[in-house]
């Protein structure tokens, strides 16, 4: 089956620190893959996607590029604000017949101070 | 536009009782879904649906009904609540075939002592 596996947090880093949170994946075919923010009392808001191997999805300053050899869709962000700590999802979709339903990671809690 | 609305935001239960989360979209999509969110369990799906009239199991549908009797209503019922169904419950739609992306409501939490 399909599953989605992100590092383990929680993650502490520093203002203007480099963030990098780890995802693998497995699935058979080609999926989709996205991260997920959920900021504080907030639900889940799509952050970026990437619907091919070696494309690269980026939204306010994240970046993550879907490496099919080594079944991975790390997030990384040269220069995190305080703004950013929230919690954030991997998630992928196998596409054909699955009705939209996606498989999410765990969730990794990143906590930014000042 | 309002997006995904879901109501209560908040409910204590106790165990046995019954209640009904309500989740409402303005987007005229086809697809809706319930998720239950755990601590370090990530998202997990306890019931779908594709159209107006039609629901499906997710992956923990058990202790769970749905009913999807309007386009842009999904409606999660829970007959007899117990412990272990306390959780935050969020609901989520998507445009429909060939679409990936979803979009969340704010979630319910709901506590079941």
């Known amino acids: 089956g399909n599953s989605v596996t992100q590092m383990e947090g929680p993650v502490t880093l520093s203002e203007e620190a480099f963030l990098t949170i780890n995802c693998t994946y497995t699935a058979t075919g080609y999926p989709s893959l996205f991260w997920y923010v959920q900021y504080p009392g907030e ?7 990437a619907t091919k191997a070696d494309d690269k999805g980026s939204n306010k300053g994240f970046e993550a590029t879907y490496r099919k050899e080594t079944t991975s869709f790390h997030l990384e962000k040269g220069s995190v604000q305080v703004s950013d700590s929230a919690v954030y ?6 596409g054909g017949t699955s009705y939209g339903k996606l498989t999410f990671g765990q969730g990794t809690i990143l906590t930014v101070h000042p | 536009n309002a997006g995904v609305t879901q109501t209560p935001k908040f409910r204590v239960l106790k165990t046995g009782q ?8 303005d987007m005229n999509h086809e697809y809706m879904y319930w998720y239950r969110q755990d601590p370090g369990m990530g ?3 306890i019931h779908y649906s594709v159209g107006e009239g039609t629901t499906a199991k997710g992956e923990v549908p058990d202790g ?3 009913s999807r009797l309007k386009k842009q209503n999904f409606l999660l019922g829970l007959e007899s609540a117990a412990p272990s169904q306390t959780s935050v419950y969020f609901c989520a739609s998507s ?12 979630g319910t939490r709901l506590t079941v002592l």
């Not at chain 1, 639900?43 to 996607?49: A, F, M, N, T, V």
């Not at chain 2, 445009?95 to 704010?106: A, E, K, L, S, V």
């Open chain 1, 43 to 49: 639900g889940l808001q799509l952050l970026l996607k």
């Open chain 1, 89 to 94: 999802f991997c998630a992928l979709y196998p």
């Open chain 2, 18 to 25: 019954s209640m009904t989360l309500l989740c409402a979209q």
């Open chain 2, 43 to 45: 998202l997990r799906l």
């Open chain 2, 64 to 66: 769970y009904n749905v």
């Open chain 2, 95 to 106: 445009p429909g075939r060939n679409t990936d992306t979803q979009y969340f409501g704010p």
